[in-house]
């Protein structure tokens, strides 16, 4: 039975209304309590900014290079990664429950590299993402491809599914092979996604008016590393990326194809989270990977 021999009055009653505190997520502070402590463990709540480690690639291209042995390649990896955007099935087999990272679920799939990448239905119940402990889910959008509102209605089904669950929805931005990637189509892309209520999208870095893409969506975005290039220019796009106002990173490829994974994913945490030049990161990516071939030599 509780001890109800001191029960002691408040008195520390002075003061305005207490503030819950700011959130530092744009366009995310009215969303529930819930929502914002998973969007917490998907971006730093110090900062408000994200190093997400994408692997999820399986889903439509099978064992592609660097996640032929997601337990060799990516769990090694997981502690220095924000958040990690995976499937359920990489999930549930290979990444350990204790990593404590937020998870950002891929929740739509169907085709694989073999037939038309549009046709996508969602693929995780909503009732399984929150097994899962899933902080985000993930779904593919097409704008402008021969699947646009199919696609669409998947977004705004799972949004629909999120909000009830409090589960934020992460709009990933496809580009169909038609489509230019310029500012214009990421200005659209982007607006009708969060229109839409995705809670933060990713897209793609363009060199010519990122900062508009950013400026027009109300809500967080986050750029795709895109397919391997040498770690300088990755460091690059990242760097020009944060500086035009995005919100963080989805690497993949350019972090499990590099000849260093771990030194890529620290300089590219150093260019996010510390501000350093793409230049300094770069330096700090050589000096990370002299230091573990050193280590591999003994
Ligand atoms: C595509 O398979 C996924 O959405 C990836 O998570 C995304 O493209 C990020 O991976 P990468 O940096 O390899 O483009």
Redesign the pocket.
Known sequence: MADLDDLREGTDFTGAVARAGDFPLKGLAGQDWGMRARLSRVFDPADGKTV?L????G???GPTSGLERLDRSIVPLVPQADAL?CTRGALRTTIPATSGKGVVL?ASGGPSVLGDLSQEDLAVSIDDAVRLDAAAL?V?VFVGAENESRSVKNLTTLVDQGQAAGIPVLA?T?VGRDMVRDARYFRLATRITAELGAAFV?TYYVEEGFETVTSACPVPIII?????VEEREALRVASRAIQEGAAG???????FQSEHPAAMLAAVRAVVHDGLTAEDAFDLYQQLSFERSEQLAR
């Open positions: 997400m994408a692997f999820d690639h889903y439509f291209q955007m891929r993930a593919q990933v496809a990713k795709a590393g895109g397919k391997k990173v989805d690497m993949g490829r350019n972090v």
